[in-house]
């Protein structure tokens, strides 16, 4: 298309897409978008058809967390609006860089109640980084180049842009406008209201290299800003010129290798009781694109209450929202700790020396060799223990294998036993908690990285939401491997109920006998599996990984009894960490 | 409008403490009231009074006038996620001992012909004006800074007041040979 060459809305929206290197759309057609499906025909990017629209939306998250690239997804007006709003939330949260096309009734019937109309930008607003309502053909191109612009600077985040069909429909002369293409300094310059901060303020980041270098008790907490920013390099060279131990958040987990000697792993509810005890321990958190979510820090006012914080963020509302900072340091994670990494070095060049940190260093590996992630084996007779299946898993795949997973016990159990040591390598839903995010987050993975493995972790209450888009995995030719740690129950809510309602079990018990979950993959297209001994578990995923040529399922029958330690349990201090109990014994030695 | 009560005493010292007023210029936007008042309302923040109108520049610009009421929530807080907004392009916060503010109120107050005088001369003290007459009503507007509003409220109570509107404030930094305390909270804005 050249400029000022005539086009109408649904060409012009396709080839802005293509302009933006978009390789793959998910999304599913209907009414009102319609016209913008005529052109992908002839488009050079892939169309991936879902089953259902949310699978489109978490799908295009599971592109855009392995690939650090904006997922895309497109579907029509009303209802498939409205599906598309779970994952636009999950991806708001979890700062996951989305744009969202969806169709609208013509102009001039908003408002109307026409048929398949929703308020999609009202909807949305409070669960998209931004997002616009077409009302004019000519906008397109621009409105293409700042919904990626804002979706992948700054805080990353979902973007949607609503397109009225007569916009969009070439039989309609409102769709017609001349071809441009704005450029970069246009799109800047059109956005007034937008100019994230990425370089951190020089005299904080002095400040904070000379507190690094005089705490005695530092650790640096690493969240999903890390992996945002492409800090993860900059991130172990911080750790290793400094020996400074890092805790890697559920969003954060592959941002630093787990096999590293200074990784302590994940912190909060379900974190190692290292991670855990560091964070209440240190008189430094170094605290690097994390947010202090309640599921980290617990009852907030015994949050690290002996440490001074470093707050790096690149969205300065996070700077003061849950924990007032010490330093607060608005910037890009991977900008910031490359600063910080060059301002340690001068103070060290110049003659300073690091606090000696080494009884701090003691009372970790005290902790850790105290307190390792334990569960009891498999007794005969009884049913799998998920951890099992997990270490069997993990030990029987390549190292950068794609993990993802639903939102439960499975969840929490793959981030404890998995070990991630590459970034971009774990993909889950973490903010809003979103079940049935592993099969199509998978889907979108696999359609990133067709020669990776891709293996989803999911609980069978997970599973059951989603799984219909097994369908679109076969008939689209990406074939991701499912695990089911399948205890016939919402684990986690049995779990509280079992330990916080007396063991009251309401409304959790899903059923052992259906769905048969081997002949519902088959039915999909997939190859499907049941494993109920130890014996089984290593042959059959040492099968699932020689099958290429579709997706595969396994339904692992786990110990419903199963529960993940330790835990904080909600509202209390981590300090009051459950461990498992068999190593009650040793609390409170420290 | 609610009172405004104060342990302490004196409304003027009270109303600044519970309220701050933050000026916002936005873009120009289909949408963006929504957004801005969707924000205060998912986040938990309440606001006392709200005030839009296009600027000089009203191809491009609106200017939102917000006050706040910053007991419910930390002033920071709540402009750090207004200015997250795209379409947010400056917030300046207003001391209110620091800015000059302006309201209008107009009401209709019950003025049978005995009493009639009273209010309008009540109402010229205040220099505002009689802007409708009825057989025992008057229509009246007033234009001031808000606690005068608040004073012409109380002693046109006893008339009995039919109806009553404020537009909420608008404001501006107070000017000085010492620079004003206009504290631009932050400013993007491409000049």
Not at chain 1, 388 to 407: A, K, W, Y
Not at chain 1, 452 to 474: H, K, N, P, S, Y
Request: aromatic share 6%; with cysteine; proline share 7%.
């Amino acid at each position: 298309m050249e400029p000022n060459e005539p086009t109408n809305g649904g060409a012009a929206l396709i080839r802005a897409l293509e302009l933006e290197g978009v390789e793959v759309i998910f999304g599913l057609p209907g009414g009102a978008i319609l016209p913008v499906y005529d052109p992908i025909i002839e488009s050079s990017i892939r169309h991936v058809l879902v089953r259902h629209e949310q699978g489109a939306g978490h799908m295009a998250e599971g592109y855009a967390h392995v690939t650090g690239k904006p997922g895309v997804c497109m579907v029509t007006s009303g209802p498939a609006a409205t599906n598309v709003v779970t994952p636009l939330a999950d991806a708001y949260l979890d700062s996951v860089p989305m744009v969202c096309i969806t169709g609208q009734v013509p102009y001039a019937a908003i408002g109307t109640d026409a048929f398949q109309e929703c308020d999609t930008t009202g909807i949305t607003m409070s669960i998209t980084k931004h997002n616009y309502l077409v009302s004019d053909a000519r906008d397109i191109p621009r409105i293409v180049r700042e919904a990626f612009h804002i979706a992948t600077t700054g805080r990353p985040g979902p973007v949607l842009i609503d397109v009225p069909k007569d916009i969009v429909d070439p039989t309609n002369p409102r769709s017609s406008l001349e071809w441009y293409w704005p450029t970069d300094e246009e799109v800047v310059a059109g956005l007034p209201g937008y100019r994230p901060t990425t370089k951190g303020h020089p005299r904080k980041i002095k400040e904070a290299a000379e507190m690094i270098l005089a705490a005695e008790r530092p650790v640096i907490y690493a969240g999903g800003g890390i992996l945002k920013a492409r800090a993860a390099e900059a991130l172990k060279e911080l750790a290793e010129l400094t020996g400074i131990h890092v805790v890697t958040t559920l969003m954060a987990r592959g941002a630093f290798p787990d096999d590293h000697e200074l990784c302590l792993g994940m912190p909060g509810m379900h974190g190692n009781y290292t991670a855990v005890m560091s964070f209440q321990e240190t008189d430094l958190l170094i605290t690097l694109g994390a947010r202090f979510d309640d599921r980290v820090t617990g009852k907030l006012d015994e949050f690290a209450s002996k440490a001074k914080v470093i707050h790096a963020d690149i969205d300065p509302a996070e700077l003061g929202k849950n924990r007032t900072p010490d330093v607060p340091i608005v910037g890009d994670a991977r900008l910031v700790i490359e600063e910080l990494v060059v301002a340690i070095r001068s103070l060290l060049e110049s003659g300073r020396t690091q606090a000696d940190t080494s009884a701090w260093k003691q009372t970790i590996s005290g902790w850790q060799e105290k307190h390792p992630l334990h569960y009891d084996q498999h007794v005969p007779g009884e049913r799998l223990k998920p951890q099992f299946v997990l270490e069997t898993l993990r030990d029987n795949t390549p190292s950068d294998t794609i993990v993802c997973s639903g939102v439960g016990q499975h969840q929490m159990w793959t981030s404890q036993y998995w070990h991630f040591n590459h970034p971009y390598t774990w993909v889950n839903s973490g903010g809003l908690g979103t079940m049935g995010f592993s099969v199509p987050a998978a889907i979108g993975a696999k359609a990133a990285f067709p020669d990776r493995m891709v293996w989803a972790i999911d609980g069978d209450g997970c599973f059951q939401m989603t799984a219909q888009e097994l369908v679109t995995a076969t008939v689209e030719q990406i074939p991701v491997k499912i695990a089911i740690l399948n205890n016939s129950y919402l684990g986690m809510v049995r779990q509280w109920q079992e330990m916080f309602y007396e063991e009251r079990y309401s409304e959790v018990f899903l059923s052992q006998t259906v769905p048969d979950y081997k002949m519902w993959a088959e039915s999909m297209g997939c190859a499907g599996f049941r494993v109920d001994s130890p014996e089984e578990v290593l042959p059959t995923i040492q099968k699932a990984n020689e099958i290429n040529d579709r997706p595969v399922v396994i339904d692992f029958r786990t110990d419903a009894a199963e529960k993940v330690f330790p835990m904080v349990a909600s509202g209390k201090s981590n300090s009051e960490v459950m461990v498992h109990p068999s190593q009650v014994a040793g609390i409170g030695e420290y | 409008m609610p009172g405004v009560t104060s342990p302490s005493g004196g409304h003027n010292t009270n109303r600044a403490v519970r309220h701050h007023t933050l000026v916002v210029l936005v873009e120009n936007q289909p949408g963006v009231l929504a957004r801005v008042a969707g924000l205060f309302a998912r986040r938990g923040f309440n606001i006392y009074s709200l005030a839009v109108a296009p600027t000089d520049d009203d191809e491009r610009f609106s200017r939102i006038t917000i006050v706040v009421d910053v007991e419910s929530s930390p002033l920071e807080q709540i402009t750090k996620q207004l200015f997250k907004l795209v379409n947010v392009v400056k917030i300046s916060e207003l001391d209110p001992d620091d800015s000059v503010e302006r309201e209008l109120m107009i009401a209709t107050v019950k003025a049978d012909p005995s009493v009639r005088s009273q209010v309008i001369e009540l109402v010229d003290v205040f220099k505002g004006s009689v802007i409708d007459v009825g057989f025992d009503e008057l229509s009246i507007a007033v234009n001031g800074e808000p606690d005068k509003l608040d004073d012409v409220e109380e002693l046109l109570r006893p008339y009995g007041i039919v109806e009553l509107q404020r537009t909420g404030r608008v404001a501006l930094p107070k000017l000085e040979r010492t620079p004003p305390r206009l504290k631009s909270v932050q400013n993007r804005a491409a000049n």
